[in-house]
């Protein structure tokens, strides 16, 4: 089955390390993204990428890192920078960063910082 | 800030009645999405509305989209309990072509 998988579901780290968040696609999109999502709130964009090797800024990128050595994969780096970790964190993918293309999302990973 | 907002915040009703919420948004757009989230889980497409599209359906869902009031609603017809979830609309940031998500409607659908 195409999908996106995110792993772990469940994340627990100590201030002050750095965590990395999975996201792996089969669904041969170009496009990906990180979303954060706070309770009770909608999904405020970290990073994207629109093709292999390039990614660019979202409205809350700061604290956060991204790769996209292969167009399979768009791992997330949460960095010891990032004041307000604990978080429901949300990858998705697209066949274009176009407007009309609908999003794909993983099943999130909850992330607890403590 | 977000580009879509949805209202209400929560909504309950029982099953087999109709559940209508409704989302404004700020700049002009080309088109409006609307998603479905279970609780702990990623969220769903359900519909895309294209500005030059006034309505537009999908099984019970009914989509409107009214530009010159920036906003859109979706009604979910007949609802059942399997139909609690949030549902949130998407549209373009304001630096163009990636999708903003509004606050979402949460919906409990009572048996």
């Known amino acids: 089955d195409g999908g996106i998988t995110q792993s772990p579901k469940y994340l627990f780290r100590k201030e002050g390390q750095n965590v990395t968040l999975s996201c792996e696609q089969n669904?041969?999109?170009?496009?990906m993204y990180w979303y954060r999502q706070d309770p009770g709130q909608g999904l405020r964009l970290i990073y994207y990428s629109q093709i292999v090797n390039d990614f660019q800024k979202g409205d809350i990128a700061e604290g956060y890192s991204v790769s996209r050595e292969k167009k399979e994969s768009f791992p997330l780096t949460v960095t010891s920078a990032q004041k307000n970790p604990t978080a429901f964190y949300l990858c998705?993918?697209?066949?274009?960063?176009?407007?009309?293309?609908?999003?794909?999302f993983g099943n999130g990973t909850r992330l607890t910082v403590t | 800030s977000q580009q879509g907002e949805e209202d209400p915040q929560a909504l309950s009703i029982q099953e087999g009645e109709n559940a209508t919420m409704n989302c404004s948004y700020k700049t002009s757009i080309n088109n409006l999405q609307w998603y479905r989230q279970n609780s702990g889980r990623g969220l769903v497409h359900l519909i895309l509305?294209?500005?030059?599209?006034r309505e537009k359906h999908s099984g019970r869902l009914r989509v409107t989209l009214d530009t010159s009031k920036k906003s859109s609603s979706l009604l979910i017809t007949a609802s059942r309990a399997a139909d609690t979830a949030s549902y949130f609309c998407a549209t373009e940031g304001a630096a163009g072509n990636k999708l903003t998500f509004g606050g979402g409607t949460r919906v409990l659908v009572k048996p």
């Open positions: 998705a993918s697209s066949t274009s960063t176009g407007s009309d293309s609908p999003l794909h």
């Open positions: 669904l041969n999109h170009d496009a």
């Open positions: 509305i294209r500005s030059n599209e």
